[in-house]
């Protein structure tokens, strides 16, 4: 098995690209059918929007156990066991009777979708090294930036073509198109010297790495803009539609905007991370602040544009912010590639999410919450621009 960094290799990134599509696919291909499923089940529209927490929440707990048993059984037998779950738990909600078996099979959904997103991170560290991380993961965040411009799209098609139930069975047939290809065509990534000691569901192993100041700094930096774009996600849609009174079509249109930009910086900025890690991130969170920033200003103009413009901007941020601060959290544990990934997913879904959960008390309207959370980043921020920076992120991954 190759340890040393290594060349893309057109098999492996199709693979890494289908298995980190399962978490985002599986959130966004049904946000049309909100409606209908509240209608048929008889509960309000934020009761249909906990199927997302729950399933948010499931993905990051879920990636503390996947996380070591693909660092202890290898990173293939953790993908298929995933895949898999995510298959029978789709096909779940496809036939679920009431809407708490469908709120079971989001929360079993989310346990297969962490094992593909953990795995997805460990083969990057695996293949790549620290050197090429941070530019891979930058890579994924494009693919993955097609899913909130395609499925939502898609899911509306098939709810009124077939019915919302139909969402749920595309996922079935797409997690086993997925199962073959992983099966058939990916090969085992984890190092041979790499190793496990103690029992799964020991948490102290977890302690060593978040103890480590380049992980802790890197990771609460993605959780905290995973957070912005959680809200962004989940809020946006209603903002747009039922206070400012938009229609569908204006929903889709800001989205696949903010997608297609988010594509396109994806692809552009991982040259510029290569060149200079440090640099790179500190211009990323800077556009992060500042969009904030902007948010507030607009705030008092209720329009779609005022609240997608600094949404806009925040794109290339994301883009130069997530894969220089992920790729640099995981540069340290080459032999834990796993473990180390799934602390960081779990601070980015859970630990996002609950942090949404948390702030949504507040009672903020839909901009001034985006711009709280994206200025949360500030004290991140001025630490990047001090001279601890180059302890904490150093100028290259």
Known sequence: MQTRPAKPNLVLLLILALLVIFCPMAIDIYLPA???????????????????AIFMLTVGLGQLIAGPLADKFGRKPVAIVGVSLYAGSALLAYFAPSFEILMVARALQGLGACATFVVAFAI????????????????????????????????????VQFGWRMNFMFL????????????????????????????????????????????????????????????????????????????????????????VLSIVASFITPMYIKRNSQRALRLGVSLLVFSGILMLALS??????????PILISALGFALSLGSAAGMALSSFPKQAGTASALLGAMQMSGASMLVFLTQYLGLSTPWLIAFHLLLLAPLWLILMSKKAHTLHPAKT
């Open 34 to 52: 909100f409606p209908t499923i509240a209608e048929q089940f008889a509960v309000s529209e934020q009761q249909v929007q906990q199927t997302v």
């Open 124 to 159: 990057v560290r695996d293949k790549y090294g620290s050197e090429r991380s941070g530019q891979m993961i930058t890579y994924l965040n494009g693919i993955v930036c097609f899913i909130p411009a395609m499925a939502p799209i898609l899911g509306a098609w098939l709810t």
């Open 172 to 259: 079935t047939a797409f997690a086993i198109v997925g199962l073959l290809v992983t099966l058939l065509f990916f090969r085992e990534t984890r190092p041979a010297d790499s190793h496990y000691q103690g029992h799964i569901l020991d948490l102290r192993r977890f302690k060593p790495i978040i103890k480590t100041p380049v992980f802790l700094f890197n990771s609460l930096l993605c959780m905290v803009a995973m957070s912005a774009i959680l809200v962004y996600v989940t809020l946006a849609p209603g903002w747009i539609i039922t206070y400012l009174g938009g229609t569908v079509a204006d929903f889709t249109f800001w989205f696949t905007l903010n997608a």
């Open 300 to 309: 008092h103009i209720e329009t779609a544009f005022a609240l997608m413009l």
